[in-house]
């Protein structure tokens, strides 16, 4: 844990030193705030203030918001050929992903808790179930950990970050939209039932309802660590 903890406080400090993280984050909160409260499909546009509707609005940004803090995560190490000095040090391939992996999360939790005031005007204009509110936090954090794996997995395919970054985008999107589509395609039986199963939005919709249910979780943490994994493959296979 100790050489996680290190590479985690070097991928943060490298981040907060960095101004696409200042960007990244001005951007998401720029774009949530006019969506919740300015746009036509505001968080009051059903008559009353909705958490899933803030919950959605956050769940769409994090799908764009991600893939910009990833994909340098691993291609820009590799261009610049700094892993060969990461690695003369007694650290495995795995512990590398893992602090990387934290870092970045840890990123998004802190963009997700800048989003707070937002949570709390809702609260003070009606009566909200916190309990729900914690459930659409966590789910949102659940989300941005597959979407981060999928990024660093990504990252580990080029050393180019833009192009790491459309490989995120469209796997992403498959995962999104496409699997959700194929499975409408099909209507019914095993087919169907797959790429449901398969689509992310599947999972999280009844989170930040206040149901949270193991397959679900299971979905999660299998989806983050396939990726991790695949990830941690690549980079061994291109590390020498």
């Known amino acids: 844990m100790g050489a996680v903890k290190v590479i985690i406080n070097k991928e943060l400090k490298v981040a907060f030193n960095s101004l696409l993280i200042y960007i990244a984050y001005t951007a998401f909160l720029g774009v949530t705030g006019f969506v919740c409260w300015f746009s036509g499909k505001n968080i009051f546009s059903s008559g009353q203030a909705s958490l899933s509707n803030l919950f959605n609005v956050f769940y769409w940004t994090l799908f764009f918001l991600i893939p910009a803090l990833t994909m340098k995560s691993i291609s820009e190490e590799r261009k610049e050929g700094t892993f060969e000095l990461l690695f003369s040090k007694p650290i495995k391939t795995g512990q590398v992903i893992m602090g990387k992996f934290l870092a970045i999360l840890l990123q998004v939790v ?55 970054f459309f490989i995120t985008f469209a796997i992403e999107t498959g995962f999104v939209l496409l699997f959700e589509f194929i499975a409408e395609l099909w209507g019914s039986g095993f087919m169907a039932a797959l790429f449901t199963y398969l689509s992310i939005g599947e999972h999280f919709d009844a989170i930040p309802r206040g149901v949270i249910d193991t397959k679900d979780l299971v979905y999660f943490i299998s989806v983050i660590i396939i990726f991790l994994a695949l990830a941690k493959h690549y980079i061994s296979k291109n590390r020498f």
């Not at 003070?124 to 954090?141: K, T």
Request: glycine share 10%.
């Open 110 to 164: 802190i963009c997700l808790t800048l989003t707070l005031p937002y949570y709390i005007t809702i609260a003070s204009l009606g009566n909200v179930d916190h309990a729900v509110g914690f459930c659409g936090y966590l789910g949102l954090i659940l989300v941005s950990g597959c979407y981060i794996s999928i990024g660093m997995f990504a990252s580990s395919l080029t050393p180019n970050t833009i192009v790491a």
